[in-house]
């Protein structure tokens, strides 16, 4: 097999979120078509245990701890060198050594760079046929959480944007191909960088539905199983944009929620939860924080929420929860790149009034809501095997 060099800013393992499901399925079918070469960060000590499964689909890796508080501090010399702040948040001399080595002594003609800021490896010397996966529009994202700021933080942000933007483009210029996680993301960079238009793809986010499967059984998490309405939130509860959501969600939504339905129960559930979603919890609005597996609750609760005010690409927690059949009330922002429509039990709504409204009625009903239509439209649309297919094909 032919050697390829894969970069990806995260260690893709235990693929438990977003980013790293993703990044884990890339390399997982890698490595059936390649001796794949793996470059990556650790920025969180608790997956350092899980390099050895990592190590078993490569042929080599580099493992470079980052600490993120340091990275932070160091990302400022951005602001002296006229680029964006995630470029030296990454930067980092033992990774460039190990790519220069790797690339000259096995002859790699082949990248795969998994999120842009990694392209920063790849130099001209290297004279490498670069496929791009920047995953969503990072720079938007950046844009987005400008308008939710004020003051030193909104600058920084809009700032960031822009340079972002810039190294995204010029990035886009130097790659064979360019790929984002849906078609509308991919849409959005043409629309932004049209001189690359004919360079952009897109390649859909996958599930696994044999494992996130209504099929299966599992023991309820929740006490008092059956005498109360469990609306569910999963998600990485330290990203900023899940925890925009369930402030909103919990301040705005689920107290009149209550209100009609006293047995209503909000459950946010995710790994490092913030002071600030720490905060939210009450006697109705219970925070997890980590658990071994997210799938007893998306069971056991009446439906799944994703009040996503700010979101990029595909939403791998409202595809998993209509993995397992169950309806969904959602943004339009936790929607894009899902195309819903009126055969699906999904329920669209920005506003506060709406998404009541929506909820009451769902919790009005006689039994959890379960819904066979959203599990065969993931099936049909959302799998790994068929749109894997397509990131090899771009890499020959």
Not at 280 to 304: C, E, F, K, M
Request: hydrophobic share 40%; glycine share 4%.
């Amino acid at each position: 097999m032919k050697d390829l060099l894969f970069l990806a800013h995260r260690i893709p393992y235990p693929p438990n979120k977003g980013d790293k499901i993703r990044s884990f399925h890339f390399l997982k079918r890698l490595a059936s078509a390649y001796n794949v070469h793996l470059g990556t960060f650790v920025d969180d000590t608790n997956d350092s245990q899980y390099t050895d499964k990592v190590d078993a689909l490569c042929a080599s890796a580099c493992y470079q701890p980052l600490n993120p508080l340091r990275a932070k501090i160091g990302s400022a010399r951005g602001l002296l060198a006229g680029e964006a702040l995630s470029l030296p948040y990454y930067r980092n001399q033992a990774m460039q050594d190990w790519v220069d080595n790797v690339v000259k002594n096995h002859a790699i003609k082949k990248a795969l760079i998994f999120s842009s800021v990694m392209g920063q490896f790849i130099k001209p010397e290297h004279d490498i046929d670069m496929v791009v996966d920047f995953v969503d529009v990072d720079s938007d994202k950046w844009r987005q959480y400008a308008e939710k700021k004020r003051g030193v933080a909104k600058w920084i942000y809009q700032r960031e944007a822009k340079y972002l933007f810039d190294y995204e483009q010029a990035l886009a210029v130097k790659a064979k191909v360019s790929t984002f996680v849906s078609e509308q993301e991919a849409a959005l960079f043409k629309k932004l960088a049209p001189q690359v238009s004919d360079k952009i793809s897109h390649i859909n986010n996958g599930v696994n539905v044999d494992y996130f499967s209504p099929e299966q059984t599992f023991d309820s998490p929740y006490p008092n199983n059956g005498s109360e309405q469990v609306l569910v939130f999963t998600g990485a509860m330290d990203y900023w944009a899940n925890v925009d959501a369930v402030k909103w969600f919990s301040e705005h939504v689920f107290p009149r929620v209550v209100k009609s339905h006293p047995t209503a129960k909000f459950y946010i559930v995710g790994s490092k939860p913030t002071k600030d979603v720490q905060g939210l919890a009450n006697s109705n609005v219970i925070v997890t924080g980590a658990v071994p597996d997210v799938r007893p609750y998306i069971a056991h609760a009446w439906l799944a929420v994703a009040p996503l005010r700010i979101a990029r690409g595909i939403q791998n927690k409202v595809l998993e929860a209509m993995s397992m059949a169950k309806y969904v009330v959602a943004s339009s922002a936790a929607m894009e790149g899902i195309p819903c429509d009126s055969t699906l039990s999904v329920s669209v709504c920005d506003e506060a009034e709406g998404m009541i409204q929506h909820i009451n009625t769902l919790l009005s009903s006689h039994d959890i809501t379960t819904s066979l239509n959203n599990r065969e439209f993931v099936k049909a649309q959302f799998s790994w095997e068929n749109n894997l297919n397509g990131l090899v094909a771009l890499l020959d």
